[in-house]
């Protein structure tokens, strides 16, 4: 269920900043966000799966807290990287 190497390294490559950047805030987000979509899917035929949701509003606030960061220190980013994901904000 978690992400497979290469899923992550497409991710990865998809919203990098630079060429070895592999954990700023902007890549934390697209993973998570990746993370969060297959977990909600998972949680729409298995609703009663209480630890996987609890795991699953954890990785929400995750990348709250982590987009709130980038607002606040780089709103350039932020916007691109919101316009990228399809994030409603």
Not at 18 to 32: N, R
Not at 49 to 54: G, I, K, T
Request: glycine share 4%; net charge positive; aromatic share 2%.
């Amino acid at each position: 269920m978690a992400l497979t190497p290469k899923e992550k390294a497409k991710i990865i490559e998809k919203v990098r900043t630079h060429e070895k950047d592999t954990g700023s805030s902007a890549v934390q987000v697209g993973v998570l966000t990746e993370e969060i979509a297959r977990l909600t899917e998972h949680l729409k035929t298995h609703r009663k799966d209480n630890h996987s949701r609890r795991g699953l509003l954890r990785m929400v606030a995750q990348r709250k807290k982590l987009l709130d960061y980038m607002r606040e220190t780089s709103t350039r980013q932020y916007n691109s990287l919101i316009k990228k994901l399809g994030l409603r904000r």
